[in-house]
Structures are given as C-alpha cells and as structure tokens.
C-alpha cells in the first residue's frame, strides 16, 4: 500500500512540475532588472543599469540617453517616439487600441485622465507631449527637481506619481486604495456577495 502511495506522489509531483515548465515556455522571457511590461520608455532610457532607480550618474548623461528614443535622428522626441506603438501580440494579432484612458482626459469632466508621469512632466516644460531640444537639453537639470531628498538620485518613490487628491491615507500612490470589493475599509460581505449599497 505504501508503495502504491509513493507511486501516485511521485506521479503527481512529476505531472506539476511539467505543467509548470510547460508554462513557462510560453512566458517571454524578462531580464531581471529590466523594465516591466508597460513601463515608460524614458524611464528605461534613463535608467541604463535597470535598478528602478536613476543614479547620477544617469541623471548627468539625461540628454544622451533620451536621444536614444530618437529615431529620426532630428534632435527631438515626437510623442510617437515617446510611446511607441505596442508590438503585436505572440500570435500575430495586433495589439489592443484604447486599452488605456488617454492622457488628456477624453471623457467628460475629464474622466478617464491617466496623470502625467513625474518623469515626463518635470522634462515637457511646455507640456505638449513631446520633447524638443531645449527640453532634451535640460533633462540633467529637469530631472534633478524631482530629487526630494536631496540624494543626488532618483528613487522608485520619487519616480512614482503623487497620490491624487482626496485618496484614503495609506492609499498607494497612482490611485489605488486597499482593500477588496467593500472599499477602502475592506468590509466584504459573504463570499461571491458585494455589500448592501451605502455601507
């Protein structure tokens, strides 16, 4: 019987740990370090060491590594060349249009608005959604402003967006609040149940 019992643990253990390198062949692969999904192209850029941080040294050599992004060679970064199009998807389909609100606020009241970047508001000065060459030139000093610690670097904190107004204390910075399906507070009803409205 006991033999019978290391059979079919062995046999399932086997059958996991397959099902899990079956799976990760068909992730792509990330450097560790490397820039998330996502992520800002100026931002990695940037960040030549891939630390999430923007040391001094990155931030002195700003303008060349912005230049990079260029790839018309002019001088200046297009909004195109700032966020360039998403690649297609691993099997052949484009990739999904409008998957993300718009920075300028195309709904009502300006619903919808994603916030700027802190790295990308401090080196747009005039906020037109590109970079031109007074600003490319200006980056080390641009960049320098969101030091506010005085460190000489740029940390992930720094590098995030300030929470916006009238977010609960506590609430990580970019907008989201804790909790589950009650809110801020996390009240829960039963499992698989929202709570009543106005709780």
């Known amino acids: 019987m006991k033999l019978i019992t290391k059979s079919i643990l062995v046999a399932v253990l086997g059958a996991a740990t397959l099902t ?3 799976q990760d ?4 692969e990330r ?8 992520g ?3 931002v990695a850029a940037l960040d030549a060491d891939k630390d999430g941080e923007i040391s001094a040294p990155e931030i002195a050599n700003a303008k060349v590594a912005l230049l990079t992004l260029d790839k018309n ?3 200046a970064l297009t909004a195109e060349e700032l966020h360039p199009a998403r690649p297609a998807r691993p099997d052949g389909a484009p990739a999904p249009d409008g998957a993300r609100p718009p920075r300028d606020g195309a709904g009502p009241d300006g619903a919808g608005k994603r916030p700027v970047p802190p790295v990308m508001a401090a080196l747009d000065k005039n906020g037109d959604g ?5 600003e490319i030139a200006g980056a080390s000093a641009a960049l320098a402003t969101l030091d506010k610690n005085g460190d000489g670097k740029l940390t992930r904190e720094e590098l995030r967006p300030a929470r916006p107004e009238g977010a609960p204390d506590g609430a990580p910075e970019g ?4 909790g589950g399906p009650g809110g801020p507070e996390g009240k829960k009803g039963p499992r698989g149940q929202r709570p009543p409205a106005g709780e």
């Open 31 to 38: 450097r560790e370090g490397g820039p998330r999904r996502g």
């Open 130 to 134: 590109s970079l031109d060459a007074t």
């Open 73 to 75: 060679n002019d001088g």
């Open 175 to 178: 907008g989201r609040g804790h």
């Open 25 to 28: 062949a068909g992730r792509p």
């Open 40 to 42: 800002s192209p100026v």
């Open 20 to 22: 899990s390198i079956a």
